[in-house]
DNA sequence: CGCCGAGTTGAACTGAATCAAGAAACGTGG
DNA sequence: CCACGTTTCTTGATTCAGTTCAACTCGGCG
């Protein structure tokens, strides 16, 4: 299986840190399990086209942008062991709003649609996915609603530092400064008075 | 029972609009709602408490706030026949970091946190109450976070104009003010602005 | 009747946008 | 491996939306 020639583990640690799910329910997951490989600055998901996997990232950066306008947004950043989808396009198999890219190459483990549809009648315990994914994916959302409300840009940016301080060398400027909500031009100011 | 002593008629044609779910299946669901009422100003979840429910609105208009900072902050208004929960909370079940208050009378049926567990079990179908609970959150959040984004105070301030004209005469401008992200003196100027 | 919170209005200030131009880094082809 | 062009980042000057502080109005309620 192509499966077996690369390692799972991070993934199963991710969802398996209390160790409720049993072997056989693993290799049910496993097999189900499709790796994704992409170069740097690959496109994921275009906006338009329905979001057919929840994924697991086991190496890369991504971002989640909103191409078109006259200038592109980007919205969110997934890093190595985080889940990442187009939540609301998958959840509602419509088309989505915005578009999915690699920023440095980036290996996922993914699940379908249809193959979690599978697994939520074949395996109960699988549901835990559905779950987590949606867990993860809202308390994210809501930490961020805070703090699009309550901080400045300049706090933004320093609690993404605080929190990523490597990471955040691997991403360009730019959508860092969008997704902080201001222009490059003032996050290269603000940068210059932190330092 | 108590539940028949009330209608719970708008709460299945919201679940229900296509009719995928037996009569068994609705006996069995309402059996396990709890209806809930509340006056204006009523607190329905402090924050330190943990969420148990699940809620559908019935009637009224609530709203979800961070208290004891210098000023508390509003950061989203729950409508009639929507669902409502302090969802990160109830995923986890750990104390909430915000409290839910009503801003007119107001009457829930609730699902515990419990009775859906057990739902899950009994009645697969059950599932779609968690997923829609998931789905219109997170796709309301999103929808939030790009509007904070992208949007200056006055364009967020008429938009949820347009979307709910009437609504807005009972919310206390200070409320929207704060969940548009802004003061309640520039609220008041961007109103002159358009009148 | 007077108080109090909510809303309005004004003036000074500030953080970030915009417009514009230069410097540094990056990739591609010769 | 260098030279070139393109993109990214920095810096400056101006403008603007929204904050802050302060005073005043209005409506409801004791």
Chains 1, 2 share one sequence.
Not at 56 to 67: A, E, K, M, N, Y
Not at 132 to 139: G, K, W
Not at 167 to 173: G, K, S, T, V
Request: net charge neutral; hydrophobic share 40%; charged share 20%.
């Amino acid at each position: 299986m192509a499966e077996q020639e690369f390692t799972t583990e991070k993934f199963q640690k991710y969802f398996d840190h209390s160790s409720l799910i049993s072997d056989k329910a693993w290799d049910i997951f496993v097999s189900k399990l499709i790796r994704r490989e992409y170069p740097k600055n690959a496109t994921i998901l275009k906006n338009g086209q329905v979001e057919n996997f929840i994924s697991f990232v086991d190496t890369g950066i991504i971002r989640f942008f909103i191409p078109n306008e006259e200038q592109e947004m980007t919205f969110a950043f997934v890093f190595e062991n985080e889940l990442m989808s187009a939540y609301d396009s998958f959840l509602m198999q419509t088309a989505s709003t915005y578009a999915v890219q690699t920023i440095t190459p980036t290996v996922l483990w993914s699940f379908t649609h249809k193959s979690l549809q599978d697994l939520y009648q074949e395996v109960p315990i699988s549901n835990v996915i559905g779950r987590m994914a949606c867990e993860e994916l809202y308390i994210k959302k809501t930490a961020r609603e805070l703090s699009l409300l309550n901080q400045n840009a300049q706090e933004r940016y320093l609690n993404i530092f605080a929190e990523r301080p490597m990471l955040l060398q691997q991403i360009p400027l730019k959508y860092i400064a969008s997704y902080i909500g201001i222009t490059p031009q003032a996050l290269s100011r603000i940068r210059r008075r932190i330092s």
